[in-house]
């Protein structure tokens, strides 16, 4: 089929735009636009390479390897003043400025800076606009969830911007789109030698059934087949706890290969199951965690599902019983709450005042960094300093310092929060005790990419009977249609001639090595991959997915955004390759201990990805801001 690449301009012609919006977006296609106050600013709306994008990481990763310093420049003072500065607008550092307004009183001058050139931190929103429609994707979160209930902070807080995740999910999740959809896999051939499409799974097929149809050996299959159904105590004679402590100490590979003794080709077949939670295959992720997250092989085994013992964090929630229903996700994501934040900060950057139409809502960037604002937000503005005038145990003020463009500017505040990743930290507040720096050190976040691909119609997934794939062996581990949501006047797309988003997810890791140097590992991968090399491997993936229904890459694909996260989700501990610290000895417990008129907020203090913890984290911060 003839390679047709998709480009900015591609999108662009696709849909009428305002002048200044086009001004802008040609700008920066020319490496030229750097400041949100440009006519037409507006990030959401661009392809290509996202997330942690081009220009956003550079002066950190500069100031990591010692190279900032030697070229900057004299810093320019800014002569601004606040009560607070928050390093980072994500969704920790948007809620802690919500929170320190809500006790300091609306006069409280409150400065957000940002390295990317949106705010939300991994909570980005992609619009796109095919056949004049708009369609929205999530860049990065992507709801409202949690392994266990939202505190009384959280809710509060998603309560008070009009947010309520079960009653929105009751009116606006749209199940009857896809009703009589089923998923399938894709066994590659590099993997699985050959290339076969298998469908049918979760429309009454049994396991066997279903292998019966793939390339795997015979003997694979039967193993596939006794591993879901047979009901076998790998571990006879043992009490529960010493099952479930044995168990948390090898790997859900290692039970497959040594306990089950499965075939190889089983091993490849369940590899990527966990990617989308932890980032890692089942080679870094423990048996008890799996067996707590129901995977097969376990239903012989008699073990009680309590949360107890060396289970990790996300995989204990599913060992708490009776948790009420507090799920939603909107079409873009937890972009929504970001957008809900700003609106409550900067009340004249949009309109509108409800959960509904939020996601439709109309924002001006120019409005972000007004004088006029007691809170304002500047985007493009990297943190490279932060520290106290004088003595850290006895001073009134911290001076922040911020790369933005070729210039490096200071500013001055009664308190910071530092709501960034806690990783960069040491390199910012050098005068933090070392033990902390190691704290802050030691979590390596989760590289992961969230593609978007915007396809001009879904008719071969309706034909197929399908609305997922599975693709255990290739670049990305899946491709599915998007959440069916329709909320205020957005809708969602209903027939399968409309446009519609393709979602793929690629965690790069490397099987072998130990959870945090597999996400080493995957980060330079990231970082050291191009858009072209994304875009091959999308059209490779696709075609060879879909092709032969129907599928044509260079007829159906309108638009493909990349959401690169080379550090994505918090890093959560695990019982395979963590110790088992004292109580309040956690990494995380030290790292986020506040200094002097320094707090530190972020998902990354809780150890736990998720945006119910960012939000926690941003409350303690800003009781520990104000205590002091």
């Not at 479930?244 to 499965?262: E, I, N, Q, T």
């Not at 991959?529 to 129907?550: H, M, N, V, Y």
């Not at 984290?617 to 002091?628: M, N």
Request: with cysteine; proline share 6%.
């Amino acid at each position: 089929m003839p390679r047709r690449t998709i480009t900015r301009r591609d999108f662009l012609n696709g849909a009428p735009m305002t002048a200044g919006a086009a001004a802008w977006l040609l700008r920066l296609e020319r490496g030229a636009a750097e400041g949100q106050d440009d006519p037409g600013y507006y990030p959401p709306a661009l392809t290509g390479m996202r997330g942690s994008h081009d220009g956003s990481f550079e002066a950190g990763h500069a100031l990591r390897d010692g190279a900032f310093w030697k070229s900057a420049g004299q810093p320019v003072d800014t002569d601004e003043s606040y009560d607070l500065v928050i390093v980072g607008a994500g969704i920790s550092g948007l809620a802690a400025a919500y929170f320190y307004r809500a006790q300091a009183g609306p006069k409280a001058r409150i400065l957000i800076l940002d390295n990317h050139d949106d705010f939300g931190g991994h909570a980005k929103r992609n619009e796109f606009r095919v056949g004049g429609r708009m369609l929205l994707a999530n860049g990065g979160t992507l709801a409202i969830e949690s392994p266990y209930p939202y505190s009384k902070e959280a809710r509060g807080l998603l309560t008070e911007l009009g947010i309520d995740p079960a009653a929105l999910e009751k009116k606006c999740a749209d199940g009857r789109v896809y009703q009589g959809l089923g998923s399938a896999t894709f066994f590659d051939k590099e993997t699985f030698g050959t290339d076969r499409l298998v469908t049918g799974q979760a429309r009454g097929k049994s396991m066997a059934e279903f292998v019966s149809q793939s390339p795997l050996p015979a003997a694979a299959r039967e193993d596939i087949a006794r591993l879901e159904t047979a009901k076998v105590d790998y571990l006879p004679g043992l009490t529960q706890a010493e099952k479930k402590d044995k168990l948390s100490r090898m790997s859900y590979s290692d039970f497959l290969a040594k306990l089950v003794r499965v075939e190889p080709e089983v091993i490849r077949f369940y590899q990527t199951r966990p990617h989308g939670l932890f980032g890692v295959g089942i080679d870094a992720v423990s048996a008890l965690d799996c067996w707590a997250m129901r995977y097969p092989g376990f239903q012989g085994m008699g073990l009680e599902r309590v949360l107890a013992g060396r289970v990790d964090f996300t995989p204990g929630g599913e060992l708490v019983d009776d948790q009420e229903p507090y799920y939603f996700h909107f079409p873009d994501g937890n972009a929504s709450i970001a957008r809900s934040l700003v609106r409550a900060l900067v009340p004249d950057v949009t309109t509108g005042h409800t959960a509904e139409d939020i996601v439709t809502a109309k924002f001006d960037y120019n409005r972000l960094d007004r004088a006029s604002s007691p809170v304002r937000i500047r985007l493009n503005s990297t943190v490279v300093r932060a520290r106290h005038i004088g003595d850290p145990a006895a001073a009134k003020v911290v001076e922040v310092t911020y790369a933005r463009g070729k210039q490096v500017y200071t500013v001055r505040a009664g308190a910071a929060i530092m709501a960034c990743w806690n990783m960069i930290i040491p390199y910012l507040c050098p005068e933090l005790p070392e033990p902390q720096r190691q704290a802050l050190k030691y979590g390596v976040k989760v590289p992961l990419v969230y593609t978007v691909v915007a396809a001009r119609n879904w008719r071969v997934f309706h034909k197929l009977g399908i609305r997922s794939v599975s693709s255990p062996g290739m670049y990305h581990t899946g491709v599915r249609l998007d959440e069916p949501v329709s909320i205020g006047t957005y809708q969602c797309p209903q027939s399968p001639d409309d446009p519609m988003l393709l979602r793929m997810t690629r965690t790069p890791c490397k099987p072998g090595l130990s959870e945090r140097d597999q996400h080493r590992a995957g980060r330079v991968d990231l970082l050291t991959t191009s858009f072209a090399t994304f875009e091959d491997k999308i059209r490779d993936q696709l075609g060879r997915i879909l092709g032969p229904a129907g599928f044509d890459a260079g007829r159906d694909i309108a638009a493909i955004t990349v959401n690169r996260w080379p550090h994505g989700y918090a890093y959560e501990y695990n019982a395979l390759w963590d110790p088992d610290w004292p109580a309040g000895e956690r990494p995380c417990e030290i790292a986020r201990r506040q200094f002097g008129r320094i707090a530190i907020a972020n998902s990354d203090a809780a150890a736990a990805a998720y945006t119910d913890q960012a939000i926690d984290q941003g409350w303690r911060a800003v009781r520990e801001t104000l205590a002091g």
